[in-house]
Structures are given as C-alpha cells and as structure tokens.
C-alpha cells in the first residue's frame, strides 16, 4: 500500500470515528470565538488609537 492510500485509510477512519457536534455546541464556539477575535480586534484598536494620538500631538 502507498503511502498516499495509506494516508487515506487512516482519514476516513478517523472521520468513521467522529462524532458531530449538535447544534447548540456549536453555537456556544462559534460564540467563543467571536468574542475573542472582537476582544483582540478591540485590544488593537486601542493601541492603534493610542499610537495615533501619540504620533500626531508630537507635530
């Protein structure tokens, strides 16, 4: 067996294996995440904002 087709094997058992998630699982993480990246976007946003300030009240 190549190595290509054993790789192969190896993801469709891996995906026999699985289980799917439900629904509110999955809202909950989605939820996660998007707190998260608006947390580290905000995070950026306020050194962003604060580098601005910093830059243009030393003209």
Known sequence: ???IQHKVVEI???M???KKTSK???VT???LVLL???FV???AFVIKLIAEFLTTSGK
């Open 16 to 18: 026999k294996l699985a």
């Open 29 to 31: 993480h989605l939820r």
């Open 1 to 3: 067996m190549s190595f």
């Open 36 to 38: 998260g990246i608006g």
């Open 41 to 43: 976007g905000g995070i």
């Open 24 to 26: 509110d699982d999955y």
């Open 12 to 14: 469709i058992q891996t």
